[in-house]
């Protein structure tokens, strides 16, 4: 597989997509193009659930539209 060409951003509410999570992950050992992401791990899910600082936001209907707006 060659290197891509460009990258696509997306991002998530805080808290939302945990390591672990059944949607697979990347971190420090799963973070090379083209590589298989962390596998999901239930009891990681909730270690990083349980060390969370606040609670995690999802996005709103007017905060999706800010979010979307142009500048």
Known sequence: MS???A???TFV???TWL???ERTSTDDEHN???TPKAEPNVVR???HREDLPGEPITFDAAMR???DSDP
């Open 65 to 67: 539209g800010a979010i």
């Open 13 to 15: 509410g805080y808290g």
């Open 3 to 5: 290197e891509p060409i």
């Open 32 to 34: 090379i193009y083209g």
């Open 19 to 21: 390591h672990g999570d």
């Open 45 to 47: 899910e909730h270690k």
């Open 7 to 9: 990258y696509l951003l």
